[in-house]
């Protein structure tokens, strides 16, 4: 298993091809072209207890949160050293699921598993339990989602799916909205 840091350096890189989604198709230019990616990156080594993150969001205020891969938890950290400033848990028993990436709204947060559902619930105080509500969507393990983000402008989630991109797009990837209004998977990617 590579170490950590690397992991946490791959996480973040593996969010670039995600940022220029947003309204790509009017711009002449990648939206690539605001990052400086000559920057050198500031590198922190994670604990243990984050061995098994799997994704990561920032809300409006600016704070870093992470989500366990194979359980319920979240974590908000701080960016500079990576250590977990509070952790909360979905529901009153552990939830155990796949969980693929984390995305936040104005007032609410969202993790999605691999096989396409969406779990939304609210922010949560040190070490409280919320309570959450799941969203099944038309996708599956086939599909593999692998990534989740927020669109403020649509009020959607995307979907990232490295897997079976849909009938008639065989050796493609997709990205699926999620309404946020109507809490449906939208068929066209």
Do not use: W
């Not at 359980?71 to 969980?99: A, C, H, N, Q």
């Not at 402008?153 to 990837?173: M, Q």
Request: net charge positive; proline share 4%; charged share 30%.
């Amino acid at each position: 298993m590579p170490p950590l840091r690397t992991i946490f350096s791959r996480l973040l890189l593996s969010a670039l091809p995600f940022l220029p989604l947003h309204g790509c198709e009017a711009q002449s230019e990648s939206a690539l072209r605001r990052y400086d990616l000559e920057k050198r990156f500031h590198r922190v080594d994670l604990s243990g207890r984050l061995r098994e993150i799997s994704g990561l969001a920032v809300n409006a205020d600016g704070q870093l949160f992470a989500h366990d891969d194979e359980r319920g938890v979240v974590y908000r950290l701080d960016p500079m050293t990576g250590s977990v400033l509070s952790s909360f848990l979905l529901g009153r028993t552990m939830v155990t699921e796949d969980f693929e990436g984390i995305a936040v709204s104005k007032h609410r947060m969202y993790m999605v598993t691999s096989s396409g559902t969406v779990y939304e619930f609210r922010e949560a105080g040190e070490g409280k339990r919320v309570e959450y509500r799941t969203h099944r969507t038309p996708l599956n393990r086939t599909n593999d989602v692998e990534g989740l983000c927020y669109d403020p402008e649509k009020n959607t989630l995307l979907l990232a799916c490295k897997g079976d991109a849909g009938k008639g797009r065989k050796g493609r990837r997709a990205v699926y909205d999620f309404s946020l209004k109507t809490k449906k998977l939208l068929s066209e990617p």
